[in-house]
């Protein structure tokens, strides 16, 4: 069962991040502020849901949420700045697009950076915790998603319909035959050694 709010009486924010660990296109990331009054029965097992339900959650969330945003940080920057910076630094840019200011930050993870001078607590797999930062989960997933989707229709031999660029044996087969993108991460390691092993026998 998720928790509502970590204060009671604080506008809360939760904040989560979408394709760490890809190996193509940005870091997405999303912050949320929900009603008092807010409940949904499949929030609650948000690691579980399907595709189809995540897409019905983000409806539902982008309609009852109080305030919401979506941001991201490309892949350049991520080469520029890190994965882990670039991670935060869309939390930051949701967080700054959201027409309501939060008093409390609830951030997915163990790693943050202060956002001003607004009060922040990281929650180590917060998403299973609150229901704030399950939405933000959601949000950032989904949009993240559709944005693989509409690259896959330009570069449909790394198989993003399906991976939305992480690395996935498909995708890096996809990398040792055709090269890379512009929407490729270079500071990640692009190929797994044992691929090309597989391939030279």
Known sequence: MLTLKYYQDKIEAGCDEAGRG??????????????ENFFNEMLNDSKQLSEKKRDELRVVI?????????ASVDNEEIDKINILNASIESMHRALAQLSIPPQHILVDGNRFKPYGD?????????DGK????AAASILAKTHRDEYMKHLHEQY???DWISNKGYPTRKHREGILVHGITPYHRKSFT????????????
């Open 22 to 35: 890809c190996l193509a296109g940005p870091v997405f990331a999303a912050a949320v502020i929900l009603p």
């Open 62 to 70: 982008e309609r009852e949420a109080l305030a919401w945003a979506v």
């Open 118 to 126: 607004t009060e922040y607590h990281c929650i180590v797999k917060g």
């Open 130 to 133: 609150y229901m704030a930062i």
């Open 156 to 158: 449909p031999v790394y």
């Open 190 to 201: 692009l190929l797994d050694p044992q691929l090309k092993l597989d391939f030279n026998n």
